[in-house]
C-alpha cells in the first residue's frame, strides 16, 4: 500500500461498496435470478477489478449501475458445463459427447420420476416391498428370449459382475483373438484381474479353435467368455469359434458362458439400412447362458448394462454383493423401461428412437439439410472463410460396426487464410451459447449434418448469429 501514489488511494475511495451495487434496481433482478450469494460473489469480483484497473492506469470510476451490468455479464457467462451443443463430429454416439440422444418418452418418464415418488422398490399390487428390477424384467425377457435378466451402471459393469459372480478365484477362459480394449480403460484383462478371476488365453490373435477351449477347460473353470470384437475387425487367415459351439462346450463342462455383445441390437438393423450386428435374441437363442450388452449404443438409451440369460444364474448375480454398488438409480429405470417399450412397435423405431433415425437418415435428407443452411452460415462467417457443401462418412462410434461408414453431407468451411484462422474459429464455436462441434480434416472444419435434427434448424442459424468473429481475420491473416 505504501507503494502507492496518493492520487489513486483517493480514487480507489470513490469506489461502490457492494452493499450499494446489491441495493441497486438490476442488482435485485439478479438476487432474484441468482441468489444473493452468487450475486455477492461477483459483485466482489467485479469490484476487484476495477480496483486492479484503477490502479495501473488512471481512468473513471464505474458507477453503481455500470457494476450490477458486469456482474450481470459475469454471471451470464458463467453457463453449465453440460449445456447442450450441436454433435456435428459425424460420430452418431460419439462417448465424449454423451452417446445416445433418448427419445421423447425417455425423457418424460425420466422427468416424472425425477419430479414424484415412484414404486421402485414396492410393489403396488400387494402393498409389499417389491424389487427395482422387476420394472424392466419382463420386458427384456419379451424383447430377447431369456429366461430372466437384471441392469446395471453400464455394460463395463455387468462384464465385471459376471466375472466375479463365477469366477471369483477361479479361471475365466477367453479367446487371444478377443483380449480387447475399449476406451476409458476398459481392458478386459484387467476387468478379468480386479474381478478375482484367473485369466486363461486360447488360441492365437487371428485363430482359435474349439480345442484350444476344449483343452482348458478343468475343474477350476468358472467361466468361458466370448467377447464381440466391437471396435476391430481381423480380417484375413482368420477362425473362431461360433457362439453355438461354445456354448455346447461350456454346458457339457459344466460352466457358464458369457457372451458380452458390446453394442447389442435389439433389432436386425439391415431392416433400417444399416450393417447386420448380432442381435441379443439371436446371442441367447445360440445357447449363452449369460448375454450382456449396452444401454446408450446402438440401443438408444441412457447408460445401462443389461444382463440377460438363465434364470437361475441371474439370480446368483443378483445375489452378489457387488449388485448393490453397480445398481441403477430411478431416472435411469425410467428411461430405460420408456426405450425399450419403444420396440415393441419396430415400425415406428426410427421415427421415435434419435439414434436409429439419425442412423437411418438418406445423404439426399441431409444433403437437402446442407443446401438449406449453406447460405446463413455464410453470411454469419462473412468474407473471412468459404462455405461449400460437400460428401463426408458419419460413423456409428462407441465401438458399434467400426468398419462401416454412411454416406453424409457437411458443410466445408474453408479459411480465406491460414489454418490458424480455421482453428480458432473452431475454437469460438464451442465457446457459443450452444457449442457447435465439427471436425478440422483437409484444411476444412467439417460440420456433418447427420446429427441435426430438423426442428433444431432454426435454432442452429440463430446460434451462428450469436458468433463474434470481428476480429478474427484480422488476428489470424
Ligand atoms: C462398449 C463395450 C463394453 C463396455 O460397455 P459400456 O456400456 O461402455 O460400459 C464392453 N464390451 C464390449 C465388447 C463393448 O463394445
Redesign the pocket.
Known sequence: MSAMAEPEVNVLRHLPAVAAVLATREGALLVERYGHVMVTHAIRQVIDDARDVLRTAPSAVPDVTELAQQAQRLLDAQMPGLRPLFNLTGVVLH?NLGRAVLAEAAVDAAVQAMRHAVALEYDLANGTRGERDDHLRALLCELTGAEDATVV???????LLCLNTFALGREAVVSRGEL?E?G?A?RMPDIMARAGARMVEVGTTNRTHAADYRNAFNEHTGLVLK?????YRIQGFTADVAASELAHMARAAGVPLLN????GSLVDLSRYGLAREPTVREAVAEGAQLV?F????LLGGP???FIVGDHALIEQINRNPLKRALRVDKLRLAAVEATLKLYRDPDRLAERLPTLRFLARSKADIEAQARRLQAGVAEALGSAFVVEVGDCLSQIG???LPTDTLASTALLIHPRGSQRRLEALAASLRTLPRPIIGRIADGALHLDLRCLAEADEALFLTTWTQLDISDLAARHP
Open positions: 462417448t451402471n453400464n455394460n463395463a459393469a455387468a462384464v480387447i475399449i476409458g476398459f467377447v464381440h470384437t466391437s471396435n458380452d455383445l458390446g453394442s450382456t449396452s444401454g446408450d449404443k447408460q445401462t448394462g462407441s465401438g458399434s
